[in-house]
Each structure stands twice: as structure tokens, then as C-alpha cells.
């Protein structure tokens, strides 16, 4: 496609259950980035990856929530033992990092879960 | 990461200048400036980039001062579709690995 794609576009999932986000990336992208946006707040960056550099997991919240980015393209957001406050919405981002001037992020739609 | 301060709303009606200021004032010698724009239900989208002076494309203009310690995003006759968040971000994205921090952003409504 050509644009960033993100499935489900919603999840609603009980207490206590693990869910797994998709993210799939505009192709030849190199930078794939997750944040989770809750109701009338920005952006909390989660997790930037880029190229076959170690991820920065910087913003992760807790050990309960991981990424994985195979072959360089999809990227995979786990959280395990979802909480009522893991509700939100959850966006990906890729980009094509030449330099500076070029660091136009496009982002994907999302996916709102909500934890029940 | 260079920490931005941007008005946390404003209100204009349709067909005004807007101009959202954002404070940075300890933006580094390599850092650039980016603007975003988030609809409801979307994710940001890219408005403008620069580094000094003044960057104009068919969306918006970026002016930034010879200090460099703020810009202004100017919007021209804005319309109701404007109504949006406006994220500033400072930093250098390439050399520190082009993570994107965003604020809280600028709500912006236009009324008719």
C-alpha cells in the first residue's frame, strides 16, 4: 500500500489477556516508530527502530509491553497482561532517514484498544 | 532532545492569520525544527520543516529568528478543516537517531 497500515483498527480485550498490534510500514522506510495516544493527551513515544540498529526501548512503560521488527519491515507491539490504563490509541509511524531534511514521519491510522 | 513550549490552545476564526509560537530555548547547534498536524481520530501529519530564517510551502510558513531559541508556524487564512493540534518538535533527528519526542501540542479551533 502507500501508506503505513495498522491492524486491528480496534481491539477490545478483557483484563489480563495479551494483545499484538501490526504495524506495516511504508515500503524502503528504515525508521519505524510506535507511540500510544490517550483521550485529549500527545503523543507518548514507545519504541523507535532503525534500520538494523538496537531499538530504542526508551519509552516503553513496563515490562509488560514489547516490539519486534522482523526482516527490517513489519513491526509487532505485544502487551502482555493488558490493564484498564493500557487503553488508548496506538500509532505507528515509519519513515525514510537520509539526513536531517528528511525525516518526514507518516503515520498510520491506528488502533484503539480498549482493555474491559 | 531540546524541550518545546507551545500555548496549550488557541481560537480564530475563519479566514485570519494564525501564528502558533513555539519556545526552545535550549535548541542545539544541529537541531532543526519540525511542525505536526493532527486531526481528530488521525495521526499527526508532516507541515513544515526548517533550521533559520524562513521556510514557506503550499501549507503553511515557519519563521525562526536569528537565535533560533523559537519559531512561529504561520497559518494563512485558516479554515474550519484547520481546526486541529499543532505539534512542535526541535532536535536532530538524524545524528541522535530520529526519535520523535512530541509535547502536548496547540489546540487550534476555528470557529465560522
Known amino acids: 500500500g502507500a501508506g503505513v497500515s495498522q491492524s486491528p483498527s480496534n481491539k477490545v480485550t478483557e483484563k489480563g489477556k495479551d494483545v499484538e498490534l501490526r504495524c506495516d510500514p511504508i515500503?524502503?522506510?528504515?525508521?519505524l516508530y510506535w507511540y500510544r495516544q490517550s483521550l485529549g493527551q500527545g503523543l507518548e513515544f514507545l519504541i523507535y527502530?532503525?534500520?538494523?540498529?538496537?531499538?530504542?526501548k526508551s519509552g516503553l512503560p513496563s515490562d509488560r509491553f514489547s516490539a519486534e521488527r522482523t526482516g527490517g519491515s513489519v513491526s509487532t507491539l505485544t502487551i502482555q497482561r493488558t490493564q484498564q490504563e493500557d487503553s488508548a490509541v496506538y500509532l505507528c509511524a515509519s519513515s525514510l532517514v537520509q539526513g536531517a531534511w528528511d525525516t518526514e514521519a507518516f503515520f498510520g491510522q491506528g488502533t484503539r484498544l480498549t482493555v474491559v | 532532545l531540546a524541550k518545546t513550549t507551545q500555548p496549550i490552545s488557541m481560537d480564530s476564526y475563519e479566514g485570519q492569520e494564525v501564528n502558533i509560537t513555539c519556545s526552545h530555548n535550549n535548541i542545539a547547534t544541529n537541531d532543526y525544527i519540525t511542525w505536526y498536524q493532527q486531526f481528530p481520530s488521525q495521526g499527526p501529519r508532516f507541515i513544515i520543516q526548517g533550521y533559520k530564517t524562513k521556510v514557506t510551502n503550499e501549507v503553511a510558513s515557519l519563521f525562526i529568528p536569528a537565535d533560533r531559541k523559537s519559531s512561529t508556524l504561520s497559518l494563512p487564512r485558516v479554515s474550519l478543516s484547520d481546526t486541529a493540534v499543532y505539534y512542535c518538535l526541535v532536535g536532530d533527528f538524524y545524528n541522535q537517531g530520529g526519535k520523535l519526542i512530541f509535547g502536548q501540542g496547540t489546540e487550534l479551533s476555528v470557529k465560522p
Open positions: 515500503s524502503g522506510h528504515t525508521a
Open positions: 527502530f532503525q534500520g538494523n540498529s538496537a531499538p530504542d
